[in-house]
């Protein structure tokens, strides 16, 4: 995108921002002391997470307006527009030589919000593909702390917090199991049935034909397990 379509675009979401109330344009001015509508285009999403700051990312490299109270007196994170509606820590960079912070969290539903005001002008197509690709990101990546991955497609399909009648149920998911109880096989993904090893009496992953092809690079019940449960 050439810099003369940014800047039609800046101009289109100044004037916007001047007939249309947006909390997170708002809420970005006041941090930066710069024009919400400047902020926003030169944001850049970082990183997703759950309940924590990545060790990665310095604490005191984070806006200090990110940090504050809930109604409970409790310490918590907010949102950029100040509000403590933080279900996800969305952490997006911003450099400006003249602030004391690099980066800046974000809440989801000021993103998802900010998203449908974009949509409103129905000209500013570049940041709203930005932010819906932020938005798109963030559900993938909170997807990953609800659910387990499938043994056999590798998608976050298995919520965690269910009591499973059936113990294959637990690593691959509906789409991946056929009637009576058969599972993919993670190689070829043939249908067969469910079963332990008689040697390691751990579940089988294969089917009888990729078990025995030595052209196949195996892989253990116990390290699959560990791969696609490393987020519970």
Same mark, same amino acid.
């Given at each position: 995108?050439? /810099? *003369?379509?940014?800047q039609?675009?800046?101009?289109?979401? $100044?004037? $916007?921002?001047?007939?249309l109330?947006?909390?997170?344009?708002?809420?970005l001015?006041?941090?930066?002391?710069?024009?919400?509508?400047?902020? %926003?285009?030169?944001? *850049?999403?970082?990183? @997703?997470?759950?309940?924590? #700051?990545?060790i990665?990312?310095?604490t005191?490299?984070?806006?200090?307006?990110?940090?504050?109270?809930?109604?409970?007196?409790?310490?918590? @994170?907010?949102c950029?527009?100040?509000?403590?509606?933080?279900?996800h820590?969305?952490?997006?960079?911003y450099?400006?030589?003249?602030l004391?912070?690099?980066?800046?969290?974000?809440?989801? +539903?000021c993103?998802?919000?900010? #998203?449908?005001?974009?949509? /409103?002008?129905?000209?500013i197509h570049?940041?709203?593909?930005k932010?819906?690709?932020?938005y798109?990101?963030?559900?993938?990546?909170?997807k990953?702390y609800?659910?387990? $991955?499938c043994?056999s497609?590798?998608?976050?399909?298995?919520?965690?917090?269910?009591?499973?009648?059936?113990e294959?149920?637990?690593?691959? &998911?509906?789409k991946?199991?056929?009637? !009576?109880?058969?599972? +993919?096989?993670?190689?070829c !993904?043939? %249908?067969?049935?469910?079963?332990?090893?008689?040697?390691?009496?751990?579940?089988?992953?294969? &089917?009888?034909?990729?078990f @025995?092809?030595?052209?196949? *690079? /195996?892989?253990?019940?116990r +390290? /699959?397990?560990?791969d696609?449960?490393? %987020?519970?």
């Amino acid at each position: 995108m050439s /810099k *003369e379509d940014i800047q039609q675009e800046i101009n289109i979401l $100044a004037e $916007a921002s001047t007939k249309l109330y947006n909390r997170l344009l708002w809420g970005l001015e006041k941090i930066t002391n710069v024009k919400g509508y400047l902020v %926003l285009p030169d944001l *850049e999403y970082i990183k @997703y997470a759950e309940n924590s #700051i990545p060790i990665d990312i310095p604490t005191h490299d984070i806006c200090k307006e990110n940090f504050g109270t809930n109604d409970q007196g409790e310490d918590t @994170y907010l949102c950029a527009c100040g509000k403590p509606h933080i279900k996800h820590l969305s952490i997006v960079k911003y450099d400006n030589p003249k602030l004391d912070f690099k980066y800046i969290i974000l809440g989801t +539903q000021c993103i998802k919000t900010t #998203i449908d005001f974009l949509h /409103k002008t129905g000209e500013i197509h570049h940041l709203k593909t930005k932010l819906l690709c932020w938005y798109s990101n963030i559900m993938s990546e909170s997807k990953k702390y609800k659910n387990n $991955a499938c043994f056999s497609c590798g998608e976050y399909n298995i919520p965690k917090k269910t009591d499973y009648k059936k113990e294959y149920k637990k690593y691959w &998911c509906k789409k991946c199991v056929g009637l !009576g109880g058969k599972v +993919q096989c993670i190689s070829c !993904g043939k %249908l067969r049935f469910y079963m332990d090893s008689p040697t390691t009496k751990e579940p089988m992953l294969y &089917c009888r034909d990729c078990f @025995y092809n030595h052209h196949i *690079e /195996k892989i253990s019940f116990r +390290q /699959k397990k560990k791969d696609c449960l490393a %987020l519970s």
